[in-house]
């Protein structure tokens, strides 16, 4: 097997939006129910691997570009490489077996563990990563059916070979999942389902604690407390109907009252204010270090600019249905968009330094073997 480092655009995984999002499609689309498939969203950092079918090459990428050993995110590459190659090719062969023409076969996920987030269950364990979909050529195969024969092979692999506590690889299908019918007509019991389900999972993480109980022999793993960041929900209708739902400590959209809707228009402040309460949360300012980190960016003054944009941009794109935009002038879209910036600069430089010590930033600097490998 070749490992190459080469740019694929076309093959990045889809942004996943909002509940809001799912509805207005689904209006658009004139779909009145729609049945969702929920699993549990794991807060690590983005990961792929695709193989070339005739090649053998491989390719590594993590959210937003494609990874070498030299230029990697959180050791991602460097973990594919050394600790999970026979596991990922034995998918990668399974998959085939139901796409025996496949000229490209890609398996995309997140890479969880330690020294990769805090504050959640899974960082307990040593770094895995979980399989959330598949891409065949230029298809995705957004099917429960595909991640649930993945799941029974890796269950049925590691059962016969014994090593289930040393596995690197799982579907997110070995884990807990939810269901729910959404509503466009009337969304609110869909709504108030997923937002239990949700502190549900924020409060104790179903992967984690599966993970947990498959290696607690002395049987302690009742004691501790394994949080967990949401469910990202899909259904067959395509991506751009799937949805998230993060726990209130992980999103990155606070659930704020609007002033105004007690004392009037309030004048562009009061609408500037609410706009940044609801939308610069403290979650979102920490993906926009995962951001700089993803680009071996340093945690230094010389980054401050590349964390400014990646936040104002994020922002803007999240709340461009907002009605404080829809409705404003163009004088209080540009006031948003510098109390965005200086929001998020003013966090930016309160900060300590030391919190912005990584072991994901330090990844390029420690490796020096190449970017390609065989098998």
């Not at 070339?52 to 990874?67: A, F, K, M, P, W």
């Not at 496949?102 to 990769?116: D, L, M, N, P, R």
């Amino acid at each position: 097997m070749h490992h190459t480092h080469r740019e694929t655009r076309s093959n990045l995984y889809p942004s996943i939006g909002h509940m809001r999002d799912a509805l207005k499609n689904m209006k658009f689309l004139d779909l009145d129910v729609v049945e969702y498939v929920g699993t549990v969203k794991l807060h690590g950092t983005h990961g792929d691997v695709i193989q070339n079918r005739d090649t053998g090459e491989i390719i590594v990428q993590s959210r937003n570009r494609v990874l070498s050993e030299e230029q990697d995110n959180c050791h991602f590459a460097k973990f594919v490489r050394n600790r999970c190659q026979e596991e990922l090719c034995d998918v990668f062969e399974h998959v085939a077996s139901f796409h025996p023409e496949a000229k490209s076969i890609g398996v995309y996920g997140e890479f969880c563990g330690k020294k990769i987030q805090s504050g959640v269950g899974v960082s307990l364990f040593d770094p895995f990563f979980v399989i959330v979909d598949v891409r065949v050529d230029d298809g995705w195969q957004h099917s429960s059916a595909i991640l649930a024969a993945i799941a029974d092979h890796l269950d049925t692999k590691s059962t016969s070979g014994g090593n289930g506590s040393s596995r690197n690889v799982y579907s997110v299908f070995e884990f807990p999942r939810f269901h729910v019918k959404l509503d466009a007509r009337d969304p609110e019991p869909a709504r108030e389902l997923i937002d239990r389900l949700t502190e549900e999972v924020g409060s104790d993480c179903p992967v984690a604690r599966k993970l947990l109980t498959a290696s607690d022999s002395a049987g302690n793993a009742k004691k501790l407390k394994l949080p967990g960041e949401g469910i990202v929900w899909k259904c067959q209708h395509g991506s751009r109907h799937w949805f998230k739902s993060k726990c209130e400590a992980h999103a990155v959209v606070a659930d704020t009252p609007k002033k105004r809707e007690k004392n009037g228009d309030g004048g562009n402040d009061v609408v500037v204010d609410e706009f940044l309460a609801r939308y610069v949360t403290p979650a979102r300012l920490r993906q926009g270090l995962d951001y700089l980190r993803e680009f071996n960016l340093p945690m230094a003054t010389s980054s401050t600019r590349a964390f400014v944009k990646w936040v104002r941009d994020d922002t803007l794109k999240e709340g461009a249905d907002d009605d404080s935009l829809v409705h404003g002038d163009e004088a209080l879209q540009k006031a948003v968009s510098r109390a965005i910036s200086d929001a998020a600069r003013k966090w930016w430089f309160q900060q300590p330094r030391h919190s912005f010590r990584s072991s994901c930033s330090e990844s390029s600097k420690k490796s020096s073997s190449s970017g390609s490998w065989t098998q």
